[in-house]
Each structure stands twice: as C-alpha cells, then as structure tokens.
C-alpha cells in the first residue's frame, strides 16, 4: 500500500469540532452559559463514602449517559465495559466528531489520528480488596491463593480498562481513525500536549485530522487520598462552593474535578475543501520541562515562561507589541490556575517574565473555581474555553476571589464575566497546563481569518 503522506512545513492547523464532558454539563453551549454565569459545580462526593476525608468535597459530572450521547445502540454496546474515564473521552469525542460534521464520513481513515493526555481509569476496589484479604494468611500473601482468588474475583476486561491506552482504543475504534494512535501522562499538563502534539503531526503532513484532548476521573478513594497526602488540596469542608479560589490570598488548595475534552484539529486546506464550520486556528505550542522536582514547579516559573514563549514565537506574536488598536496582541489567558499557594504565584511570576509592562493589561482567569481541577483533561477544557472566548467576545471570570495576593497582582477577571466585545472583542488567547515534576505547556489559539 503507497503512503499518502506529503511533507510540508507550512500547514495550518485549525480547529473544526468541540466536545466535552464537564462538571457544570457536557452540551458546549449549555455548559459555557453556565461558565460565564459563574455557577460552581462543586459538592460533597457522592461516588463513595468520603465523610472521614479531611478534603470530602468535589466537582463530579452527575447524570451522565454515554448511551444518551452516542444515540445508537449498538455504538454504545461496543463500549459497554468502558472505564468512566474511558466513557467521558468516548462521549466528548463523539460530540467533537459531530460537531465538526465528519459523523457521515467524508475523510480517509488513514488520514485520521487520535492523540490524548488520558489518566488511568478509576480502580475496581472490590476484588482487589477480597483477593488480597483472601491471600492473607496472617503473616504474609500466600502467593498460590493469591492466584486461586484473582482468577475467580478479577475480570480481563476491567483489568485491561485500567490502562491508560484502552481509552485511546475506545476514541480510534469510535471513528474509525487508522493514523498516529498515541498517548501522553504528564499529569496536569497532558491534554494541553496532547493538542500541541497533534497540531505538530498535522503540520508534518502525518494526519490531515485529529481527535485530541483528555480524560480523567480520581473522585475515588485512592485518587482522593494521594493528593490529601501531599497537602494539595483545599480541606474548606465547611463552604465547598468558595473552596476553589484561584488567586485569592486566602486559598488552600485544589478541588478535584472530573470529565473529558477532545477537539478536531484539522489541516486548514482539508477542512476548507469539505466546507467545514472553523471554530479557531490553532497557530503556537510551547513545551518545555522544569528538572527542578518531582511534584513542585521552579520557584521562578523559568520553565512556564519558556513554554509561553514558544507558542508566541511559533505564532509569530511579539508579547511586548501591541496592536493598532493599542491592546496587548494577547487579548486572554487561561490560566492554569490550580488555587495552590505556589502555583498560582509562580505563573503569576511567569507571566510577567513573558509580558513584561504589558502583563496587567491581559485578563487572566482559572475556570477551576467552576468546574475544579480535571487533572489531565483540565488543559482541552480549558482551551475549549479560550475558543469560545473568541467566538463570543466574553471572557470567564475567576470566581471567589474576594481577597487580593499581593503576590498576584494582575488582571484575573474576579468573580464576574468580562463582555470584551466594546473593546474589540478577543482574537488572540493563551492556554496554560503545567503539571507534577515541571511539565508546561502552552497553546495559542487565534480567530480564523482565512
């Protein structure tokens, strides 16, 4: 069979297709309203029993159905043993899919590739629990009934859902994508890769489409526990609604989030010659690696600011040029934005780094407050809205920030939407994902202009 591969170095890549599943819904529109009405999803947890957790709080998707969004019987059957987290990709792919009018066809699957940034999916504890109590014979696991009570307790196929790759499995066999398959875990930062990732292998000429973005659900007692450990998140037991307080001075931590965000990314001469509805153009990625610690980021966001800069310079965006309308060439940020003590003062310090006397005149501003964190899915979402930024003119605000950091000092957009559309609306928006052990990268996406 002859390659259909043609290398170029100047494809555009833009984005034709938007889908989501999140704490605050996964229909796009219903869920941006309710974005940019600032409503907080977050509650106490209901997936299990979280009463004795000093964090007992989270921001889950409630009523979802993966049958209600495939629509078919028999699409949703091949995906029945799915993972939840498996079951958020498939939904929000498929929602992308559709959204970019490639549900009846219309490409060459071998052209087609699916890159994600998809965590682990959520243990089944039970067997797990009653082989090893099984197995215990006081002192020590006896190997051969350990084995005696897998065999009969643990089932292939959840086993095989545990794997990070089975989601990207689920998303190929959905559309039918025959082109790069591949995967990324690098904690907070991997939907955010995973896109800059794709775009790279369009504008290489490997894939003319690709479903990219990321998955993740840790609303379980081990996902909960490891991060109560690290002391990274909030313990406001007492308020769950104002736990999430990105900025704020008083903040404590982190809220645990959960769900999906994939986009179609596609070369800009196939979507135009199919006729297809563009969201945005996706024109810079930035990655780059702290090498500083395990799980904290450097101190003075070097590797933040460089990540940034990269996907400016890709963009051929100067960050201390304005334009002629005197505004800043960046018009919002998506911050990462986790409501930590250090990360938010850190990317506060990165985007000075990078914007210099012009860093006040951005707005800046974290969803999580909103929807929590959605670990290695929180970077797509977020993007998603940097996209309908642009398309609206109307940036999201950073809710509960009610006491200035003196430390963070910019422009977050607090507690209230921002209607930019007097001032020239948004073109250009950045979307930050910086994760565990100093991964960072950074996405521009601007309007679509031909």
Known sequence: MMSTRTTRTDRRVVISGMGWVTPLGRDVEQAWSRLIGGQCAIG???????????????AQCEDFSLEEVLGDRERARRHADASLNARFAIASAWSAWQDAGLADGGVDPRRVGVYLGAGEGPPDFDPYVRTHLGAWDGSQIDGAAFVEHASRLMRARTEIEQEPQAVVCHVADLVGARGPSLNCLTACAASTQSVGEAFEIIRRGDAEVMLAGGSHSMIHPLGMTGFIRLTAMSTRRDSPGTASRPFDRTRDGFVMGEGAGVV??????????????????LVGYGSTADAYRITDIHPDGQGAQLAMLRALEQAGIDPCARGEDGRPLVHYISAHGTGTPENDGIETKAVKGVFGDLAREIPISSVKGMLGHLIQAAGTVELMTCVKAIET???????????????????????????LREVGGV??????????GGQNDCVCVRRFRG
């Open 264 to 281: 179609v990314l596609e070369d800009l001469e196939h979507a135009l010659a199919r006729g297809a509805r563009i969201h945005a153009e």
């Open 44 to 58: 106490p947890v209901t997936r299990f029993d979280a009463q004795t957790f000093p964090t007992n709080f989270a």
């Open 393 to 419: 003119g109307i940036v999201p605000a950073t809710i509960n920030l009610e006491h200035p950091d003196p430390e963070c000092d910019l422009d977050y957009v607090p507690n209230e939407a921002r209607d």
């Open 427 to 436: 073109e250009v928006c950045l979307s930050n994902g910086f994760g565990f």
